[in-house]
């Protein structure tokens, strides 16, 4: 994979030192905007990027990429992700994927009529311990309740509230807790338990946007739970409760590096099979494998995922009245 990054903001800046941990991972180049261009550059030279680019066409005729890492605001994937596409790279797409069905179903009749990997980069949905849950649910029994819930105090609240509009808490960016953290527990419960029957939302609104709230998802005789905030500190934690025992985690639904089985005949496991030095070293290890081997099969498993996932994100947010974009 000869990646070019489009984007030069926090989760680029994470990921980049862990990027030589991937094999036949090469990073190519660096896309940013021209009013930043000193970020791009400083990111370039820190990690050897050879090529910095503000002119994304420029760098999607570039020879020397063949795939496309879209981490730009929310409300620029689907533009950068299509633009792509059509300039014949492969996609890897920060979370969320776009903000509405109908540009994730454009998005992927290109992919699929070019014989383009196009994935969503959710680091939960790659982890080997996630992996384990999936293939253990069962154990549970009948499940009744899951609750997973990912808040912090976001860094950029203060500002929020002292006027200003960050991009995170713009809902014309695709900003709101829902969308930037809640999106991940929507991940995990659906990877594990498929698309749910009902969905509803009920957010803490201040000037317009979701700063924190509860989504509700109905699966028959369960219900799934999904908090997340940005206005407010967790702890945050998962369980997932059946008539034979739970299946719990601390932590954010994003890293899960130790999940606990315990069951009602006094069976107590402990899984801890994630060893990468950063959660999303393992996506990436698909994504290359997945380009490598054209693995087109593995691409529409990933996407129906994303799809089921985006939809009930949408049906959360319509259940509020809550409009991105």
């Known amino acids: 994979m000869k ?33 930043s261009r000193d970020k791009a550059d400083a990111l370039a030279a820190a990690h050897g990027i050879p090529f910095v680019y503000t002119d994304l066409d420029a760098c999607l005729a570039d020879p020397r990429v063949d795939t496309v890492w879209v981490a730009v605001p929310n409300v620029l994937h689907a533009d950068v992700a299509r633009r792509a596409l059509l300039a014949g790279k492969h996609v890897v797409c920060e979370k969320p994927f776009v903000l509405r069905t109908a540009e994730l179903a454009e998005l992927r009749v290109l992919a699929e009529d070019r014989g383009l990997i196009l994935v969503e980069a959710i680091s939960n949905q790659y982890l080997a311990n996630v992996a384990w849950m999936r293939d253990n ?21 203060d500002a929020f509230r002292s006027g200003e509009v960050p991009p995170a808490f713009d809902p014309a960016a695709g900003g709101g807790a829902l969308m930037d953290l809640g999106v991940y527990a929507l991940h995990l419960v659906v990877g594990l338990l498929g698309a749910p029957e009902t969905v509803s939302y009920t957010p803490r609104m201040e000037r317009g946007v979701d700063t924190s709230g509860v989504a509700v998802l109905g699966y028959g005789d369960a219900t799934a739970v999904c908090v997340c905030a940005k206005d407010s500190p967790g702890p945050s934690r998962t369980k997932i409760q059946g008539t034979e025992g739970a299946m719990v985690f601390d932590g954010p639904p994003n890293e899960i590096p130790v999940v606990e089985l315990r069951l009602r005949d006094g069976t107590h496991e402990r899984i801890a099979l994630d060893h990468d030095p950063h959660r999303m070293t393992a996506e990436f290890r698909a994504f290359v494998r997945m380009i490598a081997e054209a693995d087109l099969a593995e691409r529409d498993r990933r996407l129906d995922h994303s799809a089921a996932v985006l939809d009930t994100a949408v049906r959360a947010l319509e259940s509020a009245g809550i409009r991105l974009g």
């Open 137 to 157: 649910l069962h154990r549970l029994g009948e499940l009744r309740l899951v609750q997973c819930e990912y808040s912090q105090y976001s860094s950029r609240y």
């Open 3 to 35: 990646l070019a990054v489009v984007g030069a903001g926090k989760i680029v800046a994470e990921f980049l030192p862990h990027a030589h941990e991937v094999p036949g991972l090469t990073i190519a180049a660096i896309v940013g905007r021209a009013a």
